[in-house]
């Protein structure tokens, strides 16, 4: 049965496919959107929501900051629920060592304009009198920010709707190619263009994508007005972020707006059940624990977990895939898709609408990791 002709069919209502629906509903395009749970629910629903400039390359770079750009340009539409703060980042150095990347860092964002301050390790403690005494300092990026992602997704979906773009949740996509998007029931939804937009599980339906699940847990306290002001990461981060193979966590604190403090976070590869894996969650509470040695004494409400989509330049996978020419993709943003989301519906529906992109689309093109489909 064929149900509706679309100019856009979007697989996934996260936070990249809501972003999607609202960007290309936005330029006047017939779109539907297709979830089989409801809106928000994958990676999104588990995610921090840390808004966060990142320069593990200048392609990274690119990506996050015009995001986040674009998420400030938003902020006056954003309602309370989606609980947005510009808390700003501290980037937390243990020793010497650590501040020499400090140093790094913060010239790589002086040069490109992202206001950063070097913090040594008084002026640390003045700012977050909860760390432990004898860090050596810190990096603080006072323009990033934090949400509350779900909401945010919401957010974006209700706007695509108020466009016209309509929703189809609780339906589960079985097949997508040659401008058709087969759902489980039998339904068939036809659109000139087809947006993979299923997070970690966009591989089901697109095989051949490099695309791996990267798991995640966190845990969320009970209210601790004032404990903590800014998003805390160690600079060790990075090196967790970073590792492709072995099981990682890394001391990572958000304040929420509710005096919760969310406490993160692991990486690990392989492991394909929603579990908590109670030795991983052991080491990053004990790991959290040496940077913040009062979180100790807070009790929890929550811990679970989550599945970033990975690929294995750390770069997302945003344009037409080389196997079939209806498909779009708009998936692999791994940790920072909650970051990325808008840069992303932005680069994709100027690919689209043949206008030229804010910045190089070409780190991003599906074609670089497709290199059988390159020349097709
Ligand atoms: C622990 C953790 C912490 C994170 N912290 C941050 C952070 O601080 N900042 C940041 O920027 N990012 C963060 N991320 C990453 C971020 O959450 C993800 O990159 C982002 O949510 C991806 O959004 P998405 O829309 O691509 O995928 P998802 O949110 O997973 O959405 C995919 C959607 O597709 C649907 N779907 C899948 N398959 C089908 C199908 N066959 N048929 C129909 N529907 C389907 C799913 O139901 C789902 O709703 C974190 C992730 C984790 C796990």
């Known amino acids: 049965m064929n149900q509706g002709a679309y100019d856009v069919v979007i697989v996934g ?22 979830d089989r749970d409801c809106v928000g629910s994958g990676a999104t629903a ?15 770079f690119a990506l996050t900051r015009y995001s986040q750009r674009l998420w400030q340009e938003l902020t006056p539409e954003l309602p309370g629920d989606v609980e947005y703060e510009p808390r700003g980042t501290i980037w937390v150095a243990v020793d010497e060592e650590e501040m020499a990347e400090v140093s790094r860092k913060q010239d790589y ?26 860090l050596a300092g810190g990096l603080l990026v006072p323009e990033d920010g934090v949400l509350y992602p779900p909401c945010a997704a919401r957010f974006l979906i209700e706007r695509a709707q108020s466009w016209g773009a309509e929703l189809r949740l609780g339906a589960a996509v079985v097949q997508i190619g040659e401008g058709r998007v087969r759902l489980a029931d039998g339904v068939e939804m036809t659109g000139e263009i087809i947006v993979n937009a299923a997070g970690a599980c966009a591989p089901d339906l697109t095989p051949g994508i490099d695309v ?7 845990v969320i306290t009970e209210r601790y007005s004032g404990f903590l002001r800014h998003q805390l990461v160690e600079l060790g981060y990075l090196k967790s972020a970073r590792s492709v193979r072995s099981d990682s966590v890394a001391f990572n604190v958000q304040p929420r707006r509710t005096g919760q403090v969310l406490i993160g976070s692991s990486r690990q590869y392989g492991v394909e ?13 004990r790991r959290a624990q040496e940077y913040m ?33 209806s498909v779009f993709l708009a998936t692999g943003h791994e940790g920072l898709g909650i970051t990325t989301s808008l840069a992303t519906a932005r680069l994709l529906v100027d690919q689209i609408t043949g206008t030229k992109p804010a910045i190089p689309i070409e780190p991003y093109l599906p074609s670089r990791t497709a290199k059988e489909y390159a020349h097709a």
């Open 13 to 34: 209502a996260g936070i990249v496919g809501a972003a999607c629906a609202d960007e290309f509903a936005r330029r006047g395009m017939r779109v539907a959107v297709a």
């Open 46 to 60: 588990a995610g921090m929501g840390h808004i966060v400039v990142m320069d593990d390359s200048d392609a990274q």
């Open 109 to 134: 964002y002086r040069k490109r304009g992202v206001p950063a301050e070097v913090l040594d390790s008084r002026r640390l403690k003045e700012l977050e009198p909860n760390l432990r005494d004898g």
């Open 212 to 218: 791996k699940k990267r798991k995640g847990h966190l």
């Open 273 to 285: 059940h929603k579990d908590v894996d109670h030795d991983i969650l052991a080491r990053m509470l």
């Open 293 to 325: 040695p009062a979180l100790g004494s807070m009790s929890a409400v929550r811990t679970w977990t989550g599945f970033r989509a990975a690929t294995p330049d750390k770069l997302p996978l945003i344009g037409p895939w080389p196997g079939d020419k």
